[in-house]
């Protein structure tokens, strides 16, 4: 399992405090004239409990010291890379936390591919779901192009894989590069509230309109739908409604009548889905949509 040296509990010794205060203080060369009279690697991979469980790492990454980032990754193991904060967060999570491109572009191309889908302990997040979150595209495809695609599916303690999320935050750049990667089974993942990731982009633009108009989420969708025509007959929660009457019952019509024309006709259709079909007609004809194009 990635990232299973926390299990050791390298010894945090009162000897490690004067580097630990040189990264904090973002001073490299007090740092190393320290390092010269202690044991590597232990003190890299050691703990300080009184930072939550941090390595020097993790501390440099939080505070932004891209140099000392720089080159304590050159001293460190693979697994090293790994180790875990009392948080659950490797370094990499604190980086993309920070929203910190240089020191994210240190770490990523050394730690092993399976490192890169950790997940914290606080809600399950790997940080391809922090950067998702976050916004920050630059982040989030420098991740998403090295991760393994099983990856790209992981979901958090909502089940909500990268693409969820950056959906649920209306970022709909990252859902881009996102959707462009994942497999095209991941686009049948449904989150813990029910909603696959085409779900979520018509609620989207449902919950915030005046951000993403019905053109903006259809250009948007149009790539899942290449990718994998069976999402357009997966129900959403509570309702149980395919998407495009889950559209049209969210009186976005324009958005609907785009989905009505992708969706196969069986998926409408009696016996097995004559509810579907008759919900459609329902919305419609109370909204007076019928005939118009």
């Known amino acids: 399992m990635p990232g299973n040296q926390n299990s050791s509990n390298y010894h945090f010794d ?10 904090v203080n973002g001073d490299w060369e007090n740092a190393k004239e320290c390092l010269a009279t202690l044991l590597i690697p232990n003190v890299l991979r050691a703990r300080n409990p009184a930072a939550r469980g941090s390595t020097a790492l993790h501390i440099a990454a939080r505070e932004g010291h891209v140099h000392i980032v720089k080159e304590l990754v050159l001293l460190m ?3 090293d890379l790994e180790i875990r904060d009392d948080n659950g967060c490797t370094a990499l999570h604190i980086a ?8 994210v572009k240190e770490v990523v191309p050394l ?19 922090v950067a998702a979150g976050s916004g920050n595209v630059h982040i989030a495809k420098e991740l998403a192009e090295l991760m393994r695609e099983e990856d790209l599916e992981i979901g958090n303690s909502n089940n909500c894989h990268a693409l969820h999320i950056a959906l649920l935050k209306g970022h709909v750049h990252i859902g881009k ?5 994942m497999r095209k089974e991941a686009l049948e993942i449904n989150d813990g509230q029910g909603y696959t990731a085409l779900g979520r982009a018509i609620r989207l633009c449902h919950h915030r309109g005046d951000e993403y108009s019905e053109e903006a989420v259809i250009e948007m ?3 899942m739908v290449a990718k994998n025509q069976k999402i ?9 409604y395919i998407p495009v009457v889950e559209a049209c019952m969210l009186l976005k019509f324009q958005l609907g009548r785009y989905l009505y ?3 196969p006709r069986e998926a409408l259709m009696p016996p097995k889905n004559r509810w579907q079909g008759a919900s459609l007609f329902v919305f419609c004809l109370g909204a007076k949509e019928f005939g118009k194009s």
Request: net charge negative; proline share 5%; aromatic share 4%.
């Open 14 to 23: 009162s000897s490690y405090e004067p580097f630990f205060d040189s990264v």
């Open 77 to 79: 193991t693979q697994e």
């Open 96 to 103: 993309v936390q920070k929203e910190n491109v240089d020191a």
């Open 111 to 129: 730690i092993r591919q399976q490192g890169l889908g950790i997940k914290n302990k606080t809600n399950g997040e790997t940080a391809l779901h």
């Open 177 to 181: 590069e996102l959707i462009a990667l």
């Open 221 to 223: 969708i149009k790539p």
């Open 232 to 240: 357009l007959g997966i129900v959403a929660s509570p309702n149980d």
């Open 261 to 263: 024309s992708v969706t």
